[in-house]
């Protein structure tokens, strides 16, 4: 989980959060993140909302667990 979490810190501050996956994929975009690490985020549930990117790299890594 730590290196999903760096990862998407590079690119996500402090003040994308809270916000849900398309926003959050959106500003990774816009900061050229790797196309894996906004597809990932892009398939979480539409309606979930992150308050952290810490809370979001969880998410992330759950669903690579379940695939």
């Known amino acids: ?3 999903v979490r760096l990862e998407l ?3 996500l501050s402090r003040t994308a ?3 849900g996956p398309r926003d959050l ?3 990774l975009r816009d900061k050229h ?3 894996p690490l906004v597809e990932a985020v892009e398939r979480r549930p539409r309606k979930a909302r992150y ?3 810490h809370e979001l790299a969880e998410s992330v890594v ?3 667990r379940t695939r």
């Open 51 to 53: 308050a952290t990117v």
């Open 62 to 64: 759950r669903a690579r």
């Open 17 to 19: 959060f809270p916000a």
């Open 9 to 11: 810190a590079r690119f």
């Open 25 to 27: 994929a959106d500003t």
């Open 1 to 3: 989980i730590e290196t």
């Open 33 to 35: 993140a790797p196309d």
